[in-house]
């Protein structure tokens, strides 16, 4: 009875899709006339083909031109911050959201200070970081005009054993809530980068202080606010990232986390996920379908119409996109960008409004790591962009497609050696099978 039953199944899902390659056929068969060349003659009945079905009703807009959610990024490099002249031993990372208090614009940041440029983990100690964002503190900036930045310095200091974040803190993000000011981070309870199952290990919860204004003093919760999952869930090794935004009057803190796979390279699959909560210190809950986001190292979100907006930059499957969900949780690919900001913190007006009607964004600071182009004195520097994924501009200059690297960039990241004795390799096979 069972093999009937599973026949009658598999003849219906085959009559399902030989039904659909058929409506395929035929439509591809049905004559039509050619699409038009202005688009205000398109025929709305006209049957589209897959791309063109997606320009029409995936995207914010078929033009590039008319898209909010697209744009070209510009940098332009900070006044303000010495970093030792590249040596290695200063470095500047992970900005925060930027926000407009008492008169000026604030940034959070990871500072690092230390007497060598990092060593890796086998030779850090008390004093050498194992990594660019070990035994670090976090910093923070005023501006008047997001160019010229004056460093106000200490916000969070690395609290004492056993608190968590004694070894670094790290990769802070700012929210104003119920006029109160909250810095979420990463905390270090071990150098970052011990060498385990195969990858450098970047291991740490989230922690949280609190202030009544955006000068501090801080005072840390000292206690962990967003922990771990559990064994064998998808963010049981790290939450990076914390990014900490208001939405239907509850707190949505989106996170990066990285799912294992069991294989040669061992490399893991960064993917973002949200914890939601009523209030700062939580509890929070994170989401079932955590998680909400494939791809991106430090995405960048802001609140845009009744939605979220992320800015996905590296790693993953759709990095290089900038992505929207209406209910802040099912993420669209709304368009494909080149050169985005990458680890950056906007000025993001609506980050805390809950307005339901957001703006957008038009500035923030991000960052360049290996800033002096030698990895050798590893440490990363500040900068602004700029871009038009605000409702209020209309920059048409920010919306190009045709961004040309510069020629010598391609050839500078030509074929390493393997690759090319690869290519040798068949050339022969292909001689001496002539
Ligand atoms: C950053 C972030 C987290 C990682 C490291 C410092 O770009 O993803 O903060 O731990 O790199």
Redesign the pocket.
């Known amino acids: 009875m069972r093999s009937i039953l599973l026949l009658i199944l598999v003849l219906a899902i085959y009559s399902c899709n030989s039904k659909s390659e058929e409506q395929t056929q035929s439509i591809n068969n049905e004559p039509q006339d050619a699409f038009p060349l202005f688009l205000e003659n398109l025929d709305p009945n006209r049957k589209l083909s897959s791309a063109m079905e997606r320009s029409f009703k995936h995207y914010e807009a078929p033009r590039l031109l008319d898209n909010e959610l697209y744009s070209n990024f510009k940098y332009t490099e900070l006044e303000g911050f010495d970093y030792n002249d590249g040596d290695g031993t200063i470095t500047r990372?992970?900005p925060s959201k930027i926000i407009f208090e008492n008169g000026k614009y604030y940034v959070w940041y990871?500072y690092r200070n230390t007497p060598t440029k990092p060593m890796g983990y086998a030779k850090c100690n008390d004093t050498i970081p194992s990594a660019d964002?070990d035994l670090c503190d976090i910093w923070y900036a005023t501006s008047t005009d997001g160019f010229t930045w004056e460093e106000q310095g200490v916000a969070i200091p690395k609290p004492k054993k056993p608190n968590p974040g004694w070894r670094s803190v790290?990769?802070t993000d700012v929210l104003k809530w119920k006029n109160k000011y909250y810095l979420y981070y990463?905390a270090f309870s071990a150098p970052?980068g011990k060498p385990s199952d195969g990858g450098g290990s970047?291991v740490?919860p989230v922690a949280m202080s609190y202030a009544d204004s955006p000068d501090g003093p801080w005072t840390p919760l000292n206690k962990v606010v967003i922990d771990f999952g559990k064994e064998n869930e998808w963010d049981h090794r790290?939450i990076?990232?914390p990014y900490p935004l208001v939405h239907d009057g509850k707190i949505y803190v989106y996170y990066?986390s990285g799912m294992g796979k069991r294989d040669a390279n061992k490399k893991h699959w960064d993917g973002w996920g949200v914890a939601i909560a009523e209030s700062p210190e939580g509890p929070y809950k994170k989401h079932p379908l955590n998680p909400v986001m494939n791809s991106g190292?430090?995405t960048i979100l802001f609140p845009f119409k009744e939605g979220v907006a992320a800015i996905v930059t590296t790693d993953g499957i759709e990095h290089y996109t900038i992505q929207y969900a209406k209910d802040w949780v099912n993420f669209e690919i709304a368009s494909v960008g080149k050169m985005l900001p990458v680890?950056a913190g906007p000025f993001s007006p609506d980050a805390f409004t809950d307005s339901g009607d957001a703006d957008g964004i038009s500035w923030g600071l991000s960052h360049f790591i290996n800033a002096g182009n030698d990895w050798g004195k590893m440490y990363t520097k500040l900068a602004r962009f700029d871009c038009d994924l605000s409702r209020k501009i209309n920059d048409p200059s920010m919306k190009k497609s045709n961004l040309l690297y510069p020629n010598d960039l391609y050839f500078k990241y030509g074929l390493n050696e393997a690759q090319r004795e690869r290519i040798d390799k068949e050339n022969q096979s292909v001689l001496n099978n002539q």
Do not use: G, I, L, P
Request: aromatic share 6%; hydrophobic share 20%; glycine share 0%.
């Open positions: 990372r992970d990871t964002w790290s990769t990463q970052s970047d740490c790290v990076h990232d990066k190292h430090e680890a």
